[in-house]
């Protein structure tokens, strides 16, 4: 086994070459003077009984000229490491991917996060393991069930347990026609489960991103905070994102979550806390370590590397 690493992402020329963490972590590869390789899902496969990733040669993590390299057929398990980085919906596709990566690890393969876990927990329930620390939740398909909810909590967050990035998330406070058909919409009829929460204000103070590295919180954190009238701290919904030190209580979700995803294989993950709640804890494709980098200099994605 050489120093070839392997990324698997969504479509490179869709990564944000300025935000991306897929990208920062190209780079402290390329930093580290590994040679790395990128491909998609769907340039995975199994022939002859190994699972094979038919993947580019990234020599510059900064290039958006990447469709015209040559793809090279390469055992997943010939790679020194592979992270998997592709965001989700965790569909079918995504599915059957794991499976691939699952059997990979089979044939010696060693990903970053194990495939198994991925399959195992959905980021959206992950958070419920650890209860004494989330705020009031419901999951559920039953419209009915919603409208109790909401009479016991006042205002409330729906929103899908497949969902990222803050889209299709609601703030309800009351029952009426259009929510009634917006939950109808969300549960396909009752058919889907959604997730509900409590309302926390202090969301407008921040939604925190704390990044757990190796099973270790990092230093320093990204608060996510709304602007103007909406409610939705994600930055990729229109909230800023401000780098900040991690703070006590931060400090201690951290590090006992961290001992846990440490034992499922979970090598980078970022848990959301707004107040002293934990909402979600996200071990697709994490991000954040970019925005934290260029506020900070500090690198969450240097500490990474420096224990794999």
Known sequence: MDNKVLFITDTYKDLNIKKDTSILMI???????????????????????????????????????????????????????????????????????????GLAEKQGAVIFNKPNSIKEFNEKIFALYFKEYIPKTLITSKIDRVKEFIDHNKTIIVKPLDGMGGTSIHKIDHISEKNINLLNEMTNMEKTQIICQEFIEDIYEGDYRVLIINGKPFKKTLARIPQGESFKGNLAAGGIGVAKDINDFQQKIGEEIGVYLNKKGINFAGIDIIGEYLTEINITSPTCAREIFDQTGENPITELFKEL
């Not at 780079?27 to 094979?52: G, H, M, P, R």
Request: proline residues 3%.
């Open 27 to 101: 780079e402290e590869a390329i930093k580290n003077k590994l040679d790395v390789f990128q491909c998609e899902i769907n340039d995975l496969f199994i022939e002859n009984n190994y699972v094979w990733a038919s993947a580019r040669n990234i020599l510059s993590a900064g290039s958006t000229q990447v469709e015209g390299i040559l793809k090279e057929n390469i055992k997943v398990s010939d790679f020194k490491y592979s992270f998997m980085r592709k965001d989700p919906p965790v569909d079918e596709n995504y599915i059957n991917a794991l499976h691939l990566l």
